[in-house]
């Protein structure tokens, strides 16, 4: 899983969110490394929703703007947590070939 | 309202018109769905950044013009990735690369032209890097081939795509076997393109577009039939025979003059085709000969006249090359030159095989449709139906 679609799908499995909220969200969740503009975003988007991990939810119009909620489904949370358990794997291995305690790394 | 408020907002609308003329670049339902959110987001993203700059004016606005940018550059990759991937579906959907040759006759002579085109693709590929005239140097002692030392990036797309296609096809992975070839063609022909040559010495020349159409006949082969292992159970020893043959004087008219016919006298001129040098009459007229007697051979059964048929899609610029070759020895002059039997153009070695092409594609697709005719014809229940749209139990 790439990095944008991880972090999207981490941002979603809190609470469902607008385009510009996941904008947001992803920033403060890699500590404004990685920032998702709005082509990327969309893309990632339009992929997920295909794929059937993400899924429209509410819709609002907010100063006569379209807002548009996303949430994501039983398959993207499965999907998000296999991807967690793998990184956890490879983060564990990596550790303990450096000698890091755990927490530590 | 301020001025400032008035600027702004101007300044909003002209950021949000080129937004929406981005957005154009996306797939109409995407534009449906999701472009006033994206202009949403696009603004908010925009408005967000405008707050955080705390800089004097020409920084600030060196900051949002390459945000802005940043911003227009990623919407066009965007459009550009969600259009790749429904194109990407589309190929799937359609089964483009699963796809063979209904007619079974076209699809056995397909089959056949699988194993024969990559073959005599690799010939040409060895011969272009001299290595079956290294080959005959060194087991007759003559000094004269050698292995080439200018292989140049422009050789690349032939000589490394040449033996991939080959190792992939009989590898049993077909498809990739014909996509391979394909880039091969496309790979030459580009290189072609890019080579700071005088014209006939580059994709124009009929050496080249032999290995092109080669190349191009080896990939429709590939995907387009059940692949080398039925085309190899389809061929019987005289089929063998006449793939050898046919690799012989592709490979004999490279290595050509002194070494295979024996003339007394080194080649009278440099001929740059397939990088060999030929000279010798006797050499045209056993070319000629084998080209005819395989030609002749193939006109008997109706599966090999189609291999014949497709097989003389790359075959033409190749009797161009034989014909130039032809006025060289008969009349010394060098190739190309105005003293050829016909004279050389992009029309003959890229024009005729493609009007060939076109006419199989015609003709089979003709067949189908009378096939089609005549099985309504015998059938009428097949044309019994009511309107369009009309569903029958």
Same mark, same amino acid.
């Given at each position: ?38 082509g ?16 429209s ?49 | ?12 609308q002209?950021?949000? @018109?080129r ?6 670049? %996306? ?11 994206? *202009? ?13 700059? @705390? ?8 900051l ?27 190929i ?48 007759t ?29 009989? $590898? ?11 880039a091969?063609?496309i790979?030459? *022909?580009?290189? $072609? ?28 082969a ?20 006449? *793939? ?28 740059? $085709? ?15 000969? *084998? ?35 032809l ?18 153009s992009?029309?003959m070695? %890229?024009l ?16 189908? %449709?009378?096939?089609? $005719?005549?099985?309504r ?17």
């Open positions: 899983m790439q990095e944008p679609t991880f972090l999207i799908l981490t941002a979603l499995a809190a609470r469902a969110q607008h385009g510009y909220g996941i904008m947001t969200d992803v920033a403060r969740i890699s500590d404004g490394r990685v920032r998702l503009r709005a990327t975003l969309y893309a990632a988007l339009d992929r997920l929703k295909a794929d059937g991990l993400v899924a939810d509410k819709e609002e119009i907010v100063d006569g703007r379209l807002r548009r909620y996303y949430r994501i489904t039983d398959e993207g949370t499965q999907e998000l947590a296999a991807e967690v358990g793998r990184l956890r794997a490879n983060t564990a291995v990596a550790a303990s070939r450096l000698g890091l305690a755990p927490g530590t790394a | 309202m301020s001025d400032q408020a008035t600027r702004r907002r101007a300044g909003q002209r950021m949000e @018109r937004y929406r003329r981005l957005l154009a670049l %996306y797939p109409k339902d995407h534009r449906r769905e999701h472009a006033e959110e994206m *202009v949403g987001v696009l603004l908010a993203a925009a408005a967000a950044d405008d707050a955080q700059v @705390r800089t004097p004016k020409p920084v600030a606005w060196a949002r013009f390459a945000e802005h940018t940043a911003d227009s550059a990623d919407l066009v990759a965007g459009a550009l990735r969600i259009r790749g991937r429904m194109a990407l579906n589309r799937g959907r359609a089964g483009w690369f699963s796809r063979t040759a209904r007619d079974q006759r076209w699809s056995d002579a397909l089959a056949v032209v699988s194993v024969v085109a990559p073959l005599l693709l690799l010939v040409a590929a060895l011969a272009e890097v001299h290595i079956p005239q290294a080959a005959a140097s060194s087991v002692g003559h000094p004269h081939w050698q292995l080439t030392a200018a292989l140049g990036p422009a050789d690349l797309p032939l000589a490394a795509g040449a033996p991939a296609v080959a190792a992939l096809a009989f $590898g049993r992975l077909r498809r990739t076997a014909g996509l391979a070839a394909l091969a063609a790979g030459q *022909v580009v290189s $072609g393109v890019l080579r700071s040559a005088p014209a006939f010495t580059r994709y124009e020349s009929p050496a080249v577009a032999f290995t092109v159409l080669l190349a191009c006949t080896a990939a429709a590939l995907l387009l039939s059940p692949g080398p292992d039925r085309g190899l159970a389809l061929l019987t020893r005289g089929g063998t025979a006449l *793939v050898g043959a046919g690799a012989l004087i592709l490979g004999g008219f490279s290595v050509g003059g002194t070494m295979w016919f024996g003339a007394a006298s080194p080649p009278s001129f440099g001929f740059a $085709g397939l990088g060999g040098e030929v000279a010798g009459l006797p050499g045209d007229l056993l070319i000629a000969a *084998v080209l005819v007697t395989v030609a002749a051979a193939c006109l008997r059964a109706p599966v090999s006249r189609r291999v014949l048929a497709l097989l003389a899609i790359p075959v033409i610029p190749y009797a161009v090359l034989w014909q130039e070759k006025a060289g020895d008969l009349f010394g002059s060098p190739s190309g030159g105005a003293s050829t039997l016909i004279p050389t992009v029309t070695t %890229y005729l095989p493609l009007i060939l092409a076109g006419l199989i594609v015609a003709g089979t697709w003709l067949a189908r %449709y009378r096939a089609t $005719g005549r099985a014809r015998v059938d009428p229940r097949t044309t019994s139906a009511g309107p369009p749209g009309t569903l029958r139990a």
